[in-house]
């Protein structure tokens, strides 16, 4: 994290922030960082970051808190050109990551208001980079993860069935070389679903379902296996309350790739 950090500040710097540099007395300063409402992301790799240009950040929350508006979240002392110089980039974080983990709150509190038991999964649609802040943004939300790399699991797609063929098949060879590791595979239909449960996959993702269509696939699935049962595709926060009763699992790509941020700014006293 520490290069990444350093990739950061050479990217806004360059040769050095001029305007600072220019017009302002690198004194002793302090300043307040506010912002909200929602759920607070990105305060730890902040704190590694403050420490990157020596200003001093104190605060009383965590990430995973829950904020109102205009709440003082950040108290940052240092030289001025310091502060001055880290500003858009300690902003920049904090708006993008507290964004996803708001609208995973948001997701997440609607979903287990008709199915308590359900899980929110972030996908692998992260922004090249960022996945381990962003999927930390979910998990500050109330989510988890789903895949953090490939090597983490076997999800047998529609373009490996396009080339493999047959479920049975895939999952068997998958079981055959990784014998630890869950084993998914997404289902575009009935058919495809009930294959999968009875090759012996520990999941099934139901891929662009209608709620009704789950609802018949689930009855139909639940007389022959208790795999584990996920739904994807087509999932937004208007639509969520009618698909969440049939699943374990719902995963989401707008958890990372259409989180509106978070406003927060940066206030010399």
Known sequence: MADILDDWLAEDLGDGDITSQSVVDNSSCRAEVTGGPGIISGLEICGKLLSKVNVKGDTSFSDGDRIKSNVSILSLSGKAHDILKVERLLLNILCHLSGISTFTAKIVELAKSVNPKIEI?????????????????????????????????????????????????????????????????????????????????????????????????????????????????????????????????????????????????????
């Open 121 to 269: 999964l972030a996908t692998r649609k992260t922004v090249p980079g960022l996945r381990e802040l962003e999927k930390q943004a979910v998990v500050h939300g109330g989510g988890q993860t789903h895949r953090m790399r490939l090597d983490d699991a076997i999800l047998i797609k529609d373009n490996h069935l396009q080339l493999c063929k047959e479920i049975t098949k895939a999952v068997e060879s998958s079981r055959m070389k990784h014998p630890d590791l869950m084993i998914e595979v997404e289902a575009d239909n009935n058919e495809q679903a009930l294959e999968a449960a009875k090759s012996g996959a520990d999941r099934v993702m139901l891929d662009n379902f209608t709620p009704e269509a789950i609802e018949k696939t689930v009855l139909n699935l639940r007389e022959i296996s208790d795999i584990e049962i996920e739904i994807s595709g087509g999932i937004t926060i208007d639509n969520i309350r009618a698909y969440a009763p049939f699943a374990d699992f719902i995963s989401l790509g707008s958890l990372t790739m259409a989180a509106p941020s978070i406003d927060f700014s940066l206030h010399v006293n």
